[in-house]
């Protein structure tokens, strides 16, 4: 929970991970035998996992919150390639054809880059006639990229 520690960013939530565990132990002992007066080690044990496993989803929440916009738009784009109907791709059908996110010529090529880093697209010397039209930039997409 420390600086730089694996639960830094749930700091709040596992400095009381123990009281859950202890709390989800006595309600599974109660739901097992409402008359019970006492928590048995299966119980203990299994109210540590649920604490463990509602720790582990507490760190996927946050993450998944805390991922900057321009990689959530990449992966936006890169999930709607896998569509495309083509195997080349230019920056004008990405804006015009794209996610809703992804619908001006600066954001479109901020995505595309960085699939292009990736692996993901891999930049046509000399661009290529798509739909009819020349286009200087154009992308060849991978598909099965990491």
């Not at 890169?78 to 230019?90: R, T, V």
């Not at 015009?96 to 880093?117: N, T």
Request: with cysteine; aromatic share 6%; net charge negative.
């Amino acid at each position: 929970m420390g600086s730089g520690g694996s639960l830094e960013t749930i700091r709040g939530f596992a400095n009381k991970l123990p009281e859950h565990a202890a709390r989800l132990a006595g309600v599974l002992a109660i739901v097992a035998d409402p008359g019970r007066a006492e928590i048995n080690s299966a119980q203990i044990d299994a109210g540590i996992k649920l604490a463990q496993h509602y720790a582990l989803e507490a760190l996927r929440l946050f993450d998944a919150s805390s991922a900057r916009p321009e990689i959530l738009r990449a992966e936006q784009l890169l999930d709607w390639l896998m569509n495309w109907d083509g195997e080349l791709i230019s920056a004008p059908d990405v804006y015009q054809f794209g996610p809703s996110a992804i619908r001006d010529a600066k954001a479109a090529h901020e995505a595309i880059h960085l699939l292009e880093e990736h692996g993901c697209l891999e930049p046509v010397s000399g661009g290529a006639v798509l739909n009819g039209i020349r286009r200087g930039e154009v992308w060849r997409i991978i598909r099965g990229a990491p």
